[in-house]
Each structure stands twice: as structure tokens, then as C-alpha cells.
């Protein structure tokens, strides 16, 4: 058991990402107001993004930039996480902007944020 | 490399062209260019398809020419050709039968997103079949789940709000727990195309590292994916996303979008893990167990439904059940009768919504039970169409759902005593209560007592709701009668999957 605990704590990157995903999974599962859901969901991505890039980072080693005709690949970090966490903002930022459209459009019409609240006015407008 | 080997990566490429397109043009101008391409997507996929049944094997596409491990590929076999004809196929037909449906729910300036949309659809469903990338596969699976949100919200309603708002929430924690699984995966094996990955798992597989890991990833992409594509316990947000949207949208949403992410699984469950480690990890005995539970409640729900759509759409969730069960069963006859069942839902389902899109029409707009009564004897050809999906749904012969329900049962006695005697049990149960809810749809939208409201009321035909119909009768009876070549191909995409 110690060796597990040992094990979190030298990964503390990797340990801290997990549990930001868990904080940010439950919010946009459990929270009943919109906004923090949506903030949820980006506390979840971020999460994931902290891990790829701790997991992407060498201690020691660059940013894989050649400088000074240095070309011994053993120098340099791969280039991919970084990569993956690039596009991985884009794809997470379109959807926070589609859902704060959804979100804008909601609280137009029922003036809440409250998802149970609007489902509960929109039964009632079904009767 | 022959024109024809191009094909899978235009069809990509210019549905996302397409989609930009849309967005400026008029309404009009914007139906017909979607239209056109998806006339040509599925040509280009037919003879894709052609090419490689003659070809009997199947080739790898590289991106710009580079190699593994820095290029991106997409991959094309006998498998993936005919799920692309298939689908776009059934895309053209979807949007088709609901044209005038979208033209009258749309706010008239908006009605051209309606199509970029579903071009961007089209495109993600395209590269979701044919990538051999994981990462790819995650970006266009949210490409899949914006613009399949934004299906259901553009017929504007309080309702359909609502619905895209729960749908996106629960696509969004699906998409997140894929995600985490393909970054942990990429951390202990560094690679991002299926072979490369397949062969390091294999490796530790064997060694037995990571052990605990890898039973994680492949619990974060079953569940991943499993919430995206409804199965049971994670489809409460189906019923209202697929029943309050315009004709066309729960028609492609039901029968394409749930089977794309599918697809995906099964791509990561037999081109990345193998059958050998998904075996020992056991993971996907919860999905047998989820898809049987599924086939009973979604039936279930369906049974108690008033509203046709609602009914339609739980009748979704026990068919995605099905296919949960043929890949939880890991054999081969069991992946068979998924992929089966993934094409005989495609066209069984659509046709439905599309008839009960008719059904609306000559019922003054509503869509309850009681509302509907007598449709069938106002629009006819809608009545048809209704009946065939529905007999076929219940499973009896010469229909596409009886090839897999005999694939399914064939599969099932292939297997270990209990998951046999659970799945025949299941799809016996299953089949009962679809008949218990289909057989009084049918009896209910040819009765003489329709409210005198709508009596005198004739539908006239549109070509396209017509053709639509007729053509969605022909591929489910095509799919009954020539249900051997169907089974074959599939079964040979598979073997080239390395089944």
C-alpha cells in the first residue's frame, strides 16, 4: 500500500488531474445550474489537457525546436501531446460556445438557470 | 493507387466543404447542393464498396503520403464501405421524406444551417467508419454531437430546447470519459493509429503490465461510448430528444448518429484490444447484461408510450440493445449480427419516423395515440411504410429486423449455457412486447373511427415524401430477400478485420 501511495505522490501532475476530472464530471453531472455545469465540463477537458501535457513533459529535455544545430532527438520532448492538447482546447472551446448559446437561449424564455426548474416549466406547459 | 481508393477521403473532406456552403447560401440553394452530394456520397461509396468486394481485401489511405507513425490514415474494407453506402443512403432518404417538415419548422432564415448541419453529420458519421486514428475519432465525435444538437434545436420549441440541453450534458460526459481513455491509452503506449496500438497492447497483454490500466480504459471507453449511443441505463435522454425533433432529425439521429459511435466501439474493441484481451478483461459482460436489460425496458417504455414518436424512439433503445448484446456475446456470430443489426435498424427505423412525420401531417400536428387514429387510411403510402417498418421491427421474415434476430439467435446458441439461455430468453421477450406495442399501432392508424376532424382529409403527395417512402420500403424488403449477400459482406469485412 505505501508503494500506491508513494506512486501518487511522485505523479502528483497525474494524481491532481484526476481528481480535477472528478470534481468536473460530477459538477456537470449533479449541478443543477447551468453555468457551473458548463463550467464543469471545462474543469473536466482542462483535467484531461493537465494529464497529457504532464505526461508529455521529460524533465530536462526542450521544446522540439531545433536551436544551434542541436538535431539529437533525445534532447527534445515529442511534439504530440502538446499537439493533442492544442486541438483538444479548440473542440472544447466550440462546445462551451455552443452551450452558453444553448444557455442564453433558455434563460430568454424561462428567465432561470435551474435545468430542473425549466423541465418542471416545461411539463407544466405541456398540460 | 486507382481513382476509386480517393473516394473515402472526398467524401470526408467535401461533406465538411459542403457543410461551409450551406451555411451562405439560401435556403433553397442549400437543399439542393446537400442533396446533390449526398446523392454523390453515395455513389462514390457504392463503387468504394464495388472496388473492394472485387478487390476482396482492403486498403489503408494515407494523409499527405505520410507513414505510420506520423501520418494520419483512414481505413477502407469491405466492413466500412458498405455501413458508408448504407448511411448515406439512408441520410438522402431522411432528408427526403421530412423536407417540407424542415422547411415548416425551421425559422425561414435558418433553414440552410439545417443542412450544413446535417452535411457536417454526414462528414463526422464518414470519418467515425473510416479512421484509423483515435484522436480523429474523438474530434469528430464531437463534431457528431454538436451538430446532431443542433438537429433537434432548430425546430424551435421550449421542448426541443429542453431536450438538446440534456442530450448535450449527457453527450458531453460521454465524450469525456472517451477522451480520458484515449489519453491514458496514448500514456503507455505512445501511439494514436489502431495497429500501432494494437500490436503494444498485445504486448503487454502478454507480459502482463498494466494490467489494471488497460481493464480501465477499455471500462472508460465502453461506458464512453455507451452513454452517446443510449444504451440502457444512460437513455433517459433519448426519448425526449428523438420525439420533439422534426421528422428528418429523429430520423437520422435514431437510425444513424447512435450506430456511428457504435462503430467507433467496435473499432476499438476488435482492431485496438482484440477479442483475446476484451475476453479476459470481462468488461463486456456488463454490456451483454446492459443490452439485455435494454431489449426488455426500452420495449417496455415503448409499451407504455401514448405518444408515436416517444414510442418510437423507446423502441430505439431496445434495438440498440440488441446490438449491445451481439458484441457483448465476443464471438464472432455475435459481432455479425451487430453489424447487421447496426444496417437493419438504419433502414428500419428512418422509414418509421418518416411515415409518423406523414402520420402529423394529416392529423392536424399531433403525434398522440388518439390523435393518429385512421392516419394510415388518409396517407396510404405513409400507412405502408408504417407497416413494413413495424413488421420488421417485430422480426417477421422477409424483413430486414428477422435477419437479425436469426443472426442474433444463431450467435446466442453458439455461446456458453448462461448467455444463451439469457439472450434467447431476451429475444423472446423482446420480440412479444414489440409486437405487444407495433401490432396495435398498425391496427390503430388503419381504424375506421379517426376523429371526424381530419375524416375528409386526403393527403396530397409530395415526390419527395413518396419517393422517400417507396424507396425505404424497397431496401427493407431488398434487405429481407437478398439477406445472404448482406451477411456475407459482412462477414468478410470482419475477417479483414482480423476476426
Known sequence: MPDFLMNLFTNYYETAAMILFGIGFTTLLTHRNLIKKIIGFNFMDAAIYLFLAAKGYIAGRLAPIIVDGNTDPSNYVNPIPTGLVLTGIVVSVSVTAFMLALTCRLYDRFHTLDIDEITHLVRKERD | ?499
Request: with cysteine.
Open chain 2, 1 to 499: 493507387m486507382e481513382l476509386v481508393q480517393n473516394f473515402p477521403f472526398l467524401c470526408i473532406v467535401f461533406s465538411l466543404t459542403c457543410g461551409v456552403l450551406c451555411a451562405v447560401l439560401k435556403g433553397r440553394a442549400a437543399k439542393i447542393l446537400c442533396l446533390t452530394w449526398l446523392t454523390l456520397t453515395t455513389a462514390m461509396s457504392l463503387a468504394v464498396l464495388i472496388f473492394t468486394l472485387k478487390s476482396d481485401s482492403f486498403y489503408i489511405y494515407r494523409m499527405g503520403k505520410w507513414n505510420a507513425p506520423w501520418g494520419n490514415e483512414i481505413r477502407v474494407g469491405v466492413l466500412e464501405a458498405l455501413m458508408a453506402t448504407a448511411f448515406s443512403g439512408v441520410m438522402l432518404l431522411s432528408l427526403l421524406g421530412g423536407m417540407h417538415h424542415i422547411f415548416a419548422d425551421c425559422e425561414p432564415e435558418k433553414t440552410n444551417l439545417y443542412f450544413t448541419m446535417c452535411a457536417l453529420l454526414m462528414s463526422s458519421l464518414f470519418a467515425l467508419i473510416y479512421t484509423n486514428d483515435l484522436f480523429t475519432a474523438y474530434v469528430f465525435v464531437e463534431i457528431n454531437t454538436i451538430a446532431s444538437c443542433a438537429l433537434v434545436m432548430l425546430k424551435s420549441s421550449a421542448k426541443t430546447l429542453v431536450a438538446t440541453t440534456r442530450y448535450l450534458i449527457m453527450s458531453l460526459l460521454g465524450s469525456g470519459l472517451f477522451l480520458l481513455g484515449i489519453v491514458i491509452l496514448y500514456g503507455i503506449t505512445g501511439e494514436l493509429l489502431m495497429e500501432s496500438i494494437a500490436e503494444k497492447v498485445r504486448a503487454l497483454f502478454s507480459t502482463g503490465e498494466y494490467s489494471l490500466p488497460l481493464t480501465v480504459i477499455i471500462g472508460l471507453f465502453s461506458v464512453g461510448l455507451a452513454v452517446k449511443s443510449a444504451l440502457f441505463p444512460f437513455h433517459s435522454w433519448l426519448p425526449d430528444a428523438h420525439g420533439s425533433a422534426t421528422a428528418s432529425s429523429s430520423a437520422i439521429l435514431s437510425g444513424l448518429v447512435l450506430k456511428g459511435y457504435i462503430i467507433v466501439l467496435i473499432k476499438i474493441f476488435y482492431r485496438v484490444f482484440g477479442l483475446e484481451v476484451i475476453m479476459a478483461k470481462e468488461i463486456s459482460q456488463f454490456l451483454f447484461l446492459f443490452g439485455v436489460l435494454a431489449m426488455i425496458c426500452g420495449s417496455v417504455g415503448a409499451l407504455r408510450e401514448r405518444d408515436l414518436k416517444r414510442m418510437l424512439a423507446y423502441s430505439s433503445v431496445a434495438q440498440v440493445g440488441y446490438i449491445y448484446v451481439g458484441i457483448g456475446l465476443h464471438s464472432r456470430l455475435g459481432l455479425i449480427a451487430a453489424c447487421v443489426q447496426i444496417l437493419a435498424h438504419a433502414v428500419t427505423k428512418p422509414m418509421l419516423f418518416i411515415a409518423a412525420g406523414g402520420f402529423m401531417d394529416v392529423s392536424g400536428g399531433h403525434k398522440s395515440m388518439s390523435a393518429i387514429t385512421g392516419a394510415g387510411r388518409r396517407d396510404p403510402l405513409g400507412g405502408i411504410a408504417f407497416t413494413v417498418g413495424a413488421l420488421s421491427m417485430i422480426g417477421i421474415p422477409f424483413f430486414a429486423g428477422f435477419v437479425t434476430k436469426l443472426e442474433l439467435t444463431q450467435a446466442a446458441l453458439g455461446s456458453g449455457n448462461i448467455a444463451m439461455v439469457t439472450a434467447l430468453a431476451a429475444i423472446a421477450v423482446s420480440t412479444l412486447l414489440n409486437a405487444l406495442y407495433y401490432v396495435p399501432a398498425i391496427f390503430n392508424i388503419f381504424s375506421k373511427n379517426g376523429q371526424s376532424d381530419y375524416k375528409g382529409l386526403r393527403v396530397r403527395y409530395r415526390a419527395d415524401y413518396a419517393l422517400s417512402c417507396v424507396a425505404f420500403v424497397l431496401l427493407n424488403i431488398g434487405f429481407g430477400a437478398f439477406s445472404e449477400y448482406v451477411v456475407g459482406a459482412v462477414r468478410r469485412g470482419l475477417e479483414l478485420f482480423g476476426m
